[in-house]
């Protein structure tokens, strides 16, 4: 028998109210992966191609923002295991996962991580921090010229982030690139995560180390989005056999990015100049930390 449209529709109330029911019960299933970043760094294309893999089953959105929001935090991992597929629906072999970019950048973040889960496996894409930041600034302004609510999104990360937004929204218009560099530049010496932190996120190597103190280097799996990009095979492979999970051949998908927009201008070259000398000594210290270095 085929339901209707509208009783379908009368269902879903019921299946929803089942469902929290269930995992309240403790009928739920715990993701055994996080993408923790970073942010613009290409972890729309990763989660899409994951998601692909016959063994692997994303959450119901992409990003949670459990860890590192306190409002979604306080709500508890009842809450948070509600975004993941029941276990007759995941399967007795297959793993399921989410992906919040911002992660790694939150300071709180490992911790809570760790109280949850010990041996949990997290994946780091991470991007030239020049041109991550370029992007994300591109974001926000899009984000602000719209006025699509998005923008008003970021309001419900931290006291911190409502505030900014509250004095960017009257703006008539969105802040230069150049001058969000000079408003970031003047408040980095509070070691503080308020915004605007276009630059604070391409810092790679902090906030790396502070994961390296909750977690073990095998459990931390380290790519760059370019080598996504370019190889997303090896790259997939590379995870596929950090998971544990059996080898995939990944030629019958369509490794293509997502997400990828073409900016209205370019950086100029004496901002980008400027930024490859900020960036400079905090990169050093990442491939020394890595043991690899990057075209950055």
Request: glycine letters at 6%.
């Amino acid at each position: 028998m085929t339901l209707r449209t509208s009783e379908r529709a009368c269902l879903q109330p019921i299946r929803a109210r089942v469902r929290r029911d269930l995992v309240r019960a403790g009928y739920h299933t715990r993701p055994s992966f996080l993408i923790i970043g970073a942010q613009k760094s290409g972890t729309s294309a990763l989660h899409s191609y994951l998601s692909r893999y016959p063994g692997i089953v994303p959450a119901s959105r992409k990003e949670i923002h459990f860890f590192d929001q306190d409002l979604a935090y306080s709500r508890g991992v009842r809450w948070y295991h509600g975004h993941f597929p029941l276990p007759h629906r995941l399967g007795r072999h297959a793993v399921t996962f989410e992906a919040t970019p911002s992660y790694l950048y939150r300071r709180k973040v490992p911790e809570r991580i760790l109280s949850y889960e010990p041996q949990m496996k997290l994946v780091v894409l991470l991007r030239d921090p020049v041109q991550r930041a370029y992007s994300q600034w591109n974001m926000y302004r899009l984000m602000f010229a719209d006025r699509s609510g998005a923008f008003d999104v970021t309001r419900r990360a931290s006291p911190a982030v409502r505030e900014w937004a509250d004095q960017m929204l009257p703006r008539q218009a969105f802040h230069e690139f150049e001058q969000a560099v000079q408003e970031e530049m003047a408040i980095m010496a509070d070691d503080t995560e308020s915004p605007p932190d276009y630059l604070r996120r391409g810092l790679y190597y902090g906030q790396l180390l502070r994961y390296f103190g909750y977690f073990g280097r095998d459990q931390i799996f380290v790519a760059e989005s370019k080598e996504l990009r370019d190889d997303p095979e090896r790259v997939l492979n590379g995870i596929i056999d950090f998971l544990g999970m059996p080898s995939y051949d990944w030629r019958s998908q369509l490794l293509t990015m997502v997400h990828v927009r073409q900016y209205e201008q370019k950086m100029t070259n004496q901002m980008e100049s400027f930024l490859r000398q900020f960036y400079r000594p905090h990169n050093d210290q990442l491939y020394e930390l890595l043991g690899r270095e990057y075209a950055w």
